[in-house]
């Protein structure tokens, strides 16, 4: 079936410093891919849309600044989490779509621990 | 503003028997429902979907209900086996045909097959 592998699965590192968590669709082509963040025992929010060729498309209170992404080509979104801080700290989760009408299932990454001391 | 609710946090069940999983929903405008499961550290993983058109679907053990009218939808697992242990996610989607249509999660119920 479809994979998305997302890199690295855990980080920790020092208040300030910059993050970039990758994500790739492995056996398919995604013009659009997501990223979503997720809190202790509550929902994965979407973040952004990324969309390949173009800006992202970012939620309602999510900083664009801060939250950098990329979608350089048709496999590979990247989000830098920029001059991080200890509320940055969250688990992190990309997902692809195989290309179709919208509905066809995403497929996840297995995300990324993000730990800003 | 929650449109997907899932109000069971966890639900325990016996090795064998059936585990229901609720989902409520608020926008009259999700035309899709999807159900996915996640274990610890890694992504939500595709288990089942829906579309508003039709009421019941199923896949081998997992079925999903969808009762519009009560803007409801469950899945049912039958039999329960340990290694349906898991969260579960409910999510819905709208928006037209070929735009980004994003999903929307509920906030999960962890399901613990007991042997």
């Known amino acids: 079936g479809a994979v998305v592998s997302q890199h690295p699965s855990w980080v920790i590192c020092k208040s300030g410093t910059s993050v970039k968590i990758e994500c790739r669709s492995l056996d398919f082509q995604a013009t659009t891919m997501f990223w979503y963040r997720q809190f202790p025992k509550q929902s994965l929010m979407l973040m952004a849309t990324s969309n390949e060729g173009s800006k992202a498309t970012y939620e309602q209170g999510v900083e664009k600044d801060k939250f950098l992404i990329n979608h350089a080509s048709l496999t590979l979104s990247t989000l830098t989490v920029t001059s991080a801080h200890p509320e940055d700290s969250s688990f992190y989760i990309c997902s692809a779509r195989e290309p179709g009408q919208g509905n066809q299932p995403q497929h996840f990454g297995d995300g990324t621990r993000l730990s800003i001391l | 503003d929650q449109q997907v609710k899932q109000n069971s946090p966890s639900l325990s069940v016996q090795e064998g028997r059936i585990s229901i999983l609720n989902c409520d929903y608020t926008?009259?405008?999700?035309?899709?429902f999807l159900w996915y499961k996640k274990y610890p550290a890694e992504g939500p993983t595709f288990l089942i979907s829906?579309?508003?058109?039709?009421d019941k679907n199923e896949d081998g053990r997992f079925t999903v209900f969808l009762n519009k009218s009560a803007k409801h939808l469950s899945l049912h697992i039958v039999p329960s086996q340990p290694g349906d242990s898991a969260v579960y996610f409910c999510a819905a989607i709208w928006g037209r045909a070929g735009s980004a249509r994003q999903l929307t999660f509920g906030s999960g119920t962890q399901l613990t097959v007991l042997p």
């Open positions: 829906i579309s508003s058109i039709k």
């Open positions: 926008n009259s405008m999700f035309d899709y």
